[in-house]
C-alpha cells in the first residue's frame, strides 16, 4: 500500500452528521496535515498536527494521530452542505530531504446532503 | 485571496508542444512546490524549490520538465515536449512560515490534445 491512504473512498451524509476520515502511513513522520479540495480547485490548508501531538481542534474539525499505528482520523462534527469536497491527508516524511515535500493520500469524496 | 495566482487557468495544446505554467506568490517566500493532479487521481509532488534551486524532485519530473524563476517574483513550470498524460491540474504552493503547511494555487489545467 502507499504512503498516506484515506478510507473510506467515499462517504455520503446527512447534514447535521458527523463525518469521520481516516488516513494510514508507512513511514515515521514529522507531521500530518489534512487538505480540503472543492471540485476542479486548490487544495486547502485545514489542519496540521505534529508526530508529538495525539489530538488536535480547529472549529469543527478534530483530528487524531496514532503514531504507533500509523494512522489518523478527521472528523467534522455537524457537518454541513458546504462541507462536500475531497479531503486528503498529506504526510512530511521524516528523515526525508528536509524540504518540506508532502506525500498525499488518494482521498475522502466527501457528500453532505442538505 | 488565494496565497499564489497561477496562469494560465486553463491552457490547451498539441502533442509535443511547449508549455510554460505560472504562479506568482502574493508575498516573497523562499520555498515553492509543483505538484500535479490526473483528474480523479491523487495529488503527486513533482519538484521543490528553495532559494532559485530545484531541492528535491521525483521520478515524474524528468528531463521535460523544467522549472525557474527568471525575475525572482514568477516562478514557471515548463513541459518541453508536451505528451497526452501529462494532460492534468497543476498546483503551485508555497510554504507556510510556521509549521510547513502548504498554501496552493487554484492550478492550472492542461489539455494535450
Known amino acids: 500500500s502507499q504512503q498516506g491512504e484515506e478510507d473510506p473512498q467515499a462517504l455520503s451524509i446527512q447534514e447535521g452528521e458527523n463525518a469521520t476520515m481516516n488516513c494510514s502511513y508507512k513511514?515515521?513522520?514529522?507531521?500530518l496535515q489534512w487538505y480540503r479540495q472543492n471540485s476542479g480547485r486548490g487544495l486547502v490548508h485545514l489542519i496540521l498536527?505534529?508526530?508529538?501531538?495525539r489530538e488536535k481542534h480547529s472549529g469543527r474539525l478534530r483530528v487524531t494521530l496514532d503514531t504507533s499505528k500509523k494512522s489518523s482520523s478527521l472528523l467534522i462534527t455537524a457537518s454541513r452542505a458546504a462541507d462536500t469536497a475531497s479531503y486528503f491527508c498529506?504526510?512530511?516524511?521524516?528523515?526525508?530531504?528536509?524540504?518540506?515535500?508532502?506525500?498525499f493520500g488518494q482521498g475522502t469524496t466527501l457528500q453532505v446532503k442538505p | 485571496e488565494p496565497e499564489v495566482t497561477q496562469t494560465p487557468s486553463h491552457q490547451v495544446t498539441q502533442m509535443g508542444q511547449e508549455v510554460i505554467l505560472r504562479c506568482v506568490p502574493i508575498?516573497?517566500?523562499?520555498?515553492f512546490y509543483w505538484y500535479r493532479q490526473i483528474l480523479g487521481q491523487k495529488v503527486e509532488f513533482l519538484v521543490s524549490?528553495?532559494?532559485?534551486?530545484?531541492?528535491?524532485k521525483s521520478e515524474i519530473f524528468d528531463d521535460q520538465f523544467s522549472v525557474e524563476r527568471p525575475d525572482g517574483s514568477n516562478f514557471t513550470l515548463k513541459i518541453r515536449s508536451t505528451k497526452l498524460e501529462d494532460s492534468a491540474m497543476y498546483f503551485c504552493?508555497?510554504?507556510?512560515?510556521?509549521?510547513?503547511?502548504?498554501?496552493f494555487g487554484e492550478g492550472s489545467r492542461l489539455t494535450v490534445l
Open positions: 498529506a504526510t512530511d516524511i521524516r528523515g526525508s530531504s528536509n524540504t518540506g515535500k508532502l506525500i
Open positions: 513511514t515515521s513522520i514529522n507531521n
Open positions: 498536527i505534529r508526530s508529538n501531538e
Open positions: 508575498s516573497n517566500h523562499l520555498y
Open positions: 524549490f528553495y532559494n532559485n534551486e530545484i531541492s528535491e
Open positions: 504552493a508555497r510554504k507556510g512560515t510556521t509549521n510547513g503547511e502548504l498554501f
